[in-house]
């Protein structure tokens, strides 16, 4: 059953009054189904965050429209998950209160709320550190927080935006595995954001490719193949392979010719 349905989303920016409308994202249409784990991937500029946003519900599209479970999104809510490129960790609270301020509208009782914080502190390995603060914690942990955050309201989607953009390269392999850990624990359905093509390939049960017109999706990949995923097998490698020049096309009349 698709939980997600992105229909003919088209948007387009003024930049300024004068000058004219730029469309950046063209008739975007695709679904996820409850319990995928589907990415995003394409070039810098290609229009994913703007996607994102409008899927979070912080923008809305030009036309077209956004369902989840049958529902047309208007606005944000806690039945979205939202981990922003940066993580956003609001640097003047602890890492207990980042993670209940996503709980500060739930129905949820005081003791709800506390038996949540410990199971969300357990899953993500950082009980001991709750009363931290974002400053001194590693970008990993502060990725684990922004996580659990966003899925402390048990959101029927998590949307994540290049989680793992600000860690450095050695560390990126591992944080794939933790954040695959995290969210598989917590039996989400997850549409990520990522540049990167190994670790789409890495994280995901399918993959669209999006282009630099207009966003349009140039692929469609399933990757079928089992967790954990070895990345020297020759099944991982064909399958980076195959991703590798789906994304090709994504530069397609976009590519300065060389004179
Ligand atoms: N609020 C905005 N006003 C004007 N242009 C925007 C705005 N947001 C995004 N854009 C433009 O839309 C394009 C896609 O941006 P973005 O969605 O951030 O791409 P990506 O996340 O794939 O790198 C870029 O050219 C960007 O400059
Ligand atoms: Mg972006």
Redesign the pocket.
């Known amino acids: 059953m698709a939980i997600l349905e992105v229909n003919n989303v088209c948007k387009s920016?003024k930049?300024s009054k004068k000058s004219p409308e730029?469309e950046?994202l063209k008739d975007i249409s695709f679904t996820v189904e409850k319990g995928e784990f589907v990415t995003l991937l394409?070039p810098?500029?290609?229009?994913?965050?703007?996607l994102l946003t409008i899927i979070g519900g912080f923008q809305r599209a030009t036309s077209g429209e956004v369902l989840l479970e049958g529902e047309r999104i208007e606005k944000p809510s806690s039945d979205r998950g939202y981990v922003f490129q940066n993580y956003a960790l609001f640097p003047w609270m602890n890492v207990e209160k980042n993670i209940l301020y996503s709980l500060k509208f739930s129905k949820m009782s005081k003791e709800e709320k506390k038996k949540r914080l410990e199971e969300l502190l357990e899953m993500s390995h950082l009980k001991g550190h709750e009363k931290k603060y974002p400053i001194s914690l590693s970008g990993g942990m502060q990725q684990r927080v922004a996580v659990v955050r966003a899925l402390a309201p048990y959101p029927k989607i998590l949307l994540l935006d290049e989680p793992l953009g600000a860690i450095d390269l050695q560390m990126r392999e591992h944080m794939q595995n933790e954040l695959l850990q995290l969210v598989k624990e917590s039996n989400s359905t997850i549409l990520m954001?990522t540049h990167d093509v190994s670790e789409a390939v890495y994280m995901s049960d399918r993959v669209i490719v999006m282009s630099l017109n207009k966003g349009e999706i140039v692929a469609d990949m399933r990757i079928d193949i089992k967790h954990p995923r070895e990345r020297d097998s020759e099944e991982y490698i064909e399958c980076v392979r195959e991703l590798t020049n789906n994304v090709k096309k994504a530069f397609i009349n976009k590519v300065p010719v060389s004179v």
Request: with cysteine; proline share 0%; net charge positive.
């Open positions: 920016f930049t730029v950046v394409g810098s500029g290609c229009g994913k965050t703007t954001v």
